[in-house]
């Protein structure tokens, strides 16, 4: 389920449903919900553990803000419906605006990936200026509030069954704070599935699938008219890859990676050497003839995708809802967390809409599953071209992989074909598009030279 089979959002469509929602996590799924809630409740306020800072600065609890992120278009279309002329904000930020066709290389299985036929806009930020944007603007409205260094202690319950707000820890100590409506975005770190095992409900079914990737990362100096962007896609016989995007401040932020063990050094010339082992020259030459700001090369470890299926548990208490990475979080290679956060705000939304708060988490979770499903076959059904990859394999994996291996080495000389696959990539379109005739023709048919 993705972004063209998500009717859009429509503010009309839903009314008041209660007087105060509370959002346990400041990251981008808690914002997006925190303005979701904002339409159907009087008062909306997000607690955060950290601080959050004044200027686009990385928080403590984003060890992962540091890297490279990106915005894929089902999540801007998203976000520039919940906050009109957010794109235009975020330029103004220092964002940098590309063409996904013109100005961004994407190399997978041996080549380059065609332009295709189609402008597709993509903007390219910082994670920290990112939510620096989207904390403005919710700051910009009387109806949301943002709590900083506030630690969740726990539920507030009186029943066992229906969640009434939230315990938190201050540096003034203990407060309740009393919600029809409380929405866990607090990450991979969850502690919902503990609660509810404490209270005499089920946890939800929790799936790993193991890929060991890590993550280095530095900044470099960027011409301010060079927009260059690559990615690089690790393969089976080399799980390496790359991502170069430009940010603002004329900086490209270069992440590199690596599956399974195989990680990038951490220090300046490891990570270059590293660089060099790739299939193509140009991220190894933008860190040669280009300065490296960063103090160091930034880190992270990336052990496996994680899924918890919260949609498969028969009870589920009221007043309570789980989104984002405390969901589901996939292998970052895919780009795919923000974009799904913003499209399980969007079910959230519509679950709202056509409910209101009776029997809300049920009918968000069946709705979210569709959403999250589809990104766990891209990235997990990906990882799993990977021998050393473990875990539940979806079914029909193998088969699907050699297919989208073809399709993508079509794509590399068919338009039609990249338009097919770019529109796959940024969740656009669903995976089992990729199957429709006309694009199944283009793969499998004989190819001209042959």
Same mark, same amino acid.
């Given at each position: 389920?993705t972004?063209?089979?998500?009717?859009a959002y429509?503010p009309?469509?839903?009314g008041p449903?209660?007087?105060?929602a509370?959002?346990?996590?400041?990251?981008?799924?808690?914002?997006?919900?925190?303005?979701?809630l904002?339409d159907?409740f009087?008062?909306v306020?997000?607690?955060e553990?950290?601080?959050f800072?004044?200027d686009?600065?990385p928080?403590?609890g984003?060890?992962?803000?540091?890297h490279?992120?990106?915005?894929?278009?089902?999540?801007?279309?998203?976000?520039?419906?919940l906050?009109?002329?957010?794109?235009?904000?975020?330029?103004?930020?220092?964002?940098?605006?590309i063409?996904l066709?013109t100005?961004?290389?994407?190399?997978?299985?041996?080549?380059?990936?065609?332009?295709?036929s189609?402008?597709?806009?993509?903007y390219?930020?910082s994670?920290p200026?990112?939510?620096?944007?989207?904390r403005?603007r919710?700051?910009?409205?009387?109806?949301?509030?943002?709590?900083?260094?506030?630690?969740?202690?726990?539920?507030?319950?009186d029943?066992?069954?229906?969640?009434?707000?939230?315990q *938190?820890?201050?540096g003034?100590g203990?407060r309740?704070?009393?919600a $029809?409506?409380?929405?866990?975005?607090?990450g991979?770190?969850s502690?919902t599935?503990?609660?509810?095992?404490?209270?005499?409900?089920d946890?939800?079914?929790?799936?790993?699938?193991?890929?060991?990737l890590?993550?280095?990362?530095?900044?470099?100096?960027?011409? #301010?008219?060079?927009?260059?962007?690559?990615?690089?896609? #690790?393969?089976p016989?080399?799980?390496?890859?790359?991502?170069?995007?430009?940010?603002?401040?004329?900086?490209?932020?270069?992440t590199?990676s690596?599956m399974?063990?195989?990680?990038? #050094?951490?220090?300046?010339?490891?990570?270059r050497s590293f660089?060099?082992?790739?299939p193509?020259d140009?991220?190894?030459a933008?860190?040669?003839?280009?300065a490296?700001?960063?103090?160091g090369?930034?880190?992270y470890?990336? #052990?496996?995708?994680?899924?918890r299926?919260?949609?498969?548990?028969?009870?589920f208490?009221?007043g309570?809802?789980?989104?984002?990475?405390?969901?589901?979080s996939?292998n970052?290679?895919?780009?795919q967390?923000?974009?799904?956060?913003?499209?399980?705000?969007?079910?959230l939304?519509?679950?709202l809409a056509?409910?209101?708060?009776?029997?809300?988490?049920?009918?968000?979770?069946?709705r979210?599953?569709?959403?999250v499903d589809?990104?766990?076959?891209?990235?997990?059904?990906?990882?799993?071209?990977?021998?050393?990859?473990?875990?539940?394999k979806?079914?029909g994996? $193998?088969?699907?992989?050699?297919?989208?291996?073809?399709a993508?080495r079509?794509?590399?000389?068919?338009?039609?074909?990249?338009?097919?696959?770019?529109? *796959?990539?940024?969740?656009e379109?669903?995976?089992?598009?990729?199957?429709?005739?006309? *694009?199944?023709?283009?793969?499998?048919?004989p190819s001209?030279?042959?």
């Open positions: 389920m972004d063209e089979t998500i009717p429509d009309d469509r839903i449903v209660g007087d105060r509370v959002v346990v996590g400041g990251s981008m799924a808690g914002l997006i919900a925190a303005r979701v904002a159907a009087e008062r306020t997000v607690v553990r950290d601080a800072p004044d686009p600065r928080r403590r984003v060890p992962q803000g540091t490279v992120h990106a915005m894929l278009e089902a999540g801007r279309d998203v976000l520039e419906d906050f009109p002329g957010y794109g235009d904000d975020l330029v103004s930020a220092g964002a940098v605006e063409d066709s100005d961004f290389d994407f190399y997978d299985e041996g080549d380059f990936v065609a332009d295709g189609h402008h597709l806009s993509m390219c930020a994670r200026l990112i939510e620096h944007v989207t403005r919710l700051d910009a409205r009387g109806d949301v509030s943002l709590r900083d260094e506030r630690h969740l202690s726990g539920y507030v319950t029943d066992g069954t229906t969640v009434e707000g939230v *938190v820890r201050t003034a203990e309740e704070v009393r $029809d409506l409380v929405v866990d975005c607090t991979r770190t502690s599935p503990d609660w509810l095992a404490a209270h005499g409900f946890r939800p079914p929790r799936e790993t699938v193991e890929i060991d890590g993550y280095g990362t530095v900044l470099v100096e960027r011409p #301010p008219d060079d927009v260059r962007a690559y990615h690089v896609m #690790p393969s016989s080399r799980p390496r890859g790359a991502v170069a995007l430009p940010i603002e401040d004329d900086r490209w932020v270069v590199l690596g399974h063990g195989d990680h990038p #050094p951490g220090d300046r010339e490891g990570l660089a060099e082992s790739l193509i140009a991220v190894a933008i860190l040669d003839e280009h490296v700001v960063s103090e090369v930034e880190r470890p990336i #052990p496996s995708n994680l899924r299926r919260y949609w498969d548990l028969e009870r208490p009221d309570l809802v789980v989104l984002g990475d405390a969901v589901a996939f970052p290679v895919y780009g967390g923000m974009s799904v956060a913003a499209m399980e705000g969007l079910h939304h519509h679950a056509s409910g209101g708060r009776d029997g809300l988490a049920v009918r968000f979770f069946d979210a599953e569709r959403v589809d990104a766990w076959r891209v990235s997990v059904g990906s990882d799993f071209r990977f021998e050393a990859t473990t875990g539940p979806p079914a994996t $193998d088969l699907l992989n050699r297919y989208l291996s073809r993508t079509r794509a590399h000389h068919d338009d039609e074909v990249a338009d097919a696959y770019a529109r *796959v990539v940024t969740m379109s669903r995976p089992t598009s990729m199957l429709r005739p006309h *694009v199944v023709w283009r793969v499998l048919r001209l030279s042959a």
